[in-house]
């Protein structure tokens, strides 16, 4: 989830635009992490099974 859609419990405002401490610490967070950040360990998983998959295929078509 991006930070865009996140509204703080603190002000009660999007944390996209950062008007208390706590929107801006979140923000700075959201923005350090990386993309899977939010990914769940399962989910990476089954994407690098997916992943490897389709590289089997790929040789699979060449060969």
């Known amino acids: 989830m ?3 859609r996140l509204v703080c ?3 009660a405002a999007p944390v996209s635009q950062g008007r208390c401490p706590v929107c801006r610490a979140n923000r ?3 923005q350090q992490e990386g993309p899977f950040a939010g990914l769940n360990p399962m ?3 089954v994407l690098l099974v997916v992943l490897v998959a389709a590289l ?4 699979q078509q060449t060969a």
């Open 2 to 4: 991006t930070y865009d």
């Open 9 to 11: 419990a603190n002000c």
């Open 28 to 30: 700075e967070r959201l």
């Open 43 to 45: 989910t990476l998983i």
């Open 56 to 59: 089997a295929l790929v040789a």
